[in-house]
């Protein structure tokens, strides 16, 4: 049998892209983290996560050369500042760590499932593991400390039930009683309070470094959004005799000194604003009451719309760096009957 060497697909060259974004720009921001970061516990888990990010740098870079293909721009030492002052406790520093794990886990997975080529289904499941890796070594540190915040109890089930009624799906209604949150719905409504909290964090940060009136206003508006979601997802579960989790510490300090460039700050919060859109999809899909259903697909639209005015602020400064894409044929065309 004759092997020959695949080329990438377009799929295989998206994941590829993405990844050497997110890695580049991670690194700025671990890198960053390891400077201020006291307790050795969760420096020894930031560091395990920088050294990741810089491994798969240099592996994607080798990949890029063997493939001939430009590498993308990315992130680099020129995006952080390591003069600038601590602005992160430490409990936050490790409660982003899981955050970006969390989004790992889902990120590789997903590159996995659309790679054909088995080295670059090698590269993204040992990515995959890693990002396990990283997510278990965190929980644990953070278990140990008390500063995981776990999801709500509820009581154990005494046996198994089938939905007997329409009313089952039902929500919309102000006029009658809804009934109770199931352990799925919980479960979201959890993770998306959660991850809303830490938004709200990262946003008011970079709002209180940027010196650009205009990327304040966008980040104190995702501060307000975020906040306003944690409100909504919260009385759901405060409507069912359900307290929300609260983390203990989520602190900045109040530092304006800049540790990111704008270019890094605008790009993760896009990001966030991307992933925040799967959530709640996801969650939307998860939800059999249609009220909750309603309210993630309401507020998608809110995010979209916030991640959209955020790309023109990068565009507008020449920072919004572009994916692979393919030859517009038609502008070929009508440039190939101008010089003719």
Partial sequence: MTEHHARLTSAEIACIWTAYMNDSMSKCILGYFLKDVEDQEIRSIIQFAYDLSSSHIEKLTHLYQEEQLPLPTGFTSEDINMDAPRLYTDSFMLDFIGHLSRLSLVTYGGFVSMSARKDIRAYFLECLTQASNLYDMG??????????????????????????????????????????LNAVEIAYLYMNIKTNLMGSKIA???????????????????????????????KALINNDIQSPMPSDLSI????????SDKLTMFLMSFLSAAGIGNYA??????QRSDLAMNYERLSLEIGQYAKDGADIMISNEWLEQPPGTLDKEQLAKNKNQHS
Avoid: C
């Fill in 253 to 260: 300090t109040d530092s304006t000194t800049p540790p990111f």
């Fill in 282 to 287: 996801t969650a939307a899909a998860a939800s």
């Fill in 139 to 180: 929980a644990d540190v953070s278990l140990s400390k008390g500063l995981f915040v776990r999801p709500p109890y509820i009581a154990y089930p005494t046996k198994s039930d089938f939905v007997d009624s329409k009313k089952y799906l039902s929500g919309l209604n102000p006029f009658t009683d809804k009934r109770p």
């Fill in 204 to 234: 008011l940060s970079f709002a209180q470094t940027s010196s650009r009136e205009n990327i304040q206003k966008w980040m104190l508006r995702g501060k307000d959004i975020s906040n306003k979601h944690v409100q909504i997802f919260t």
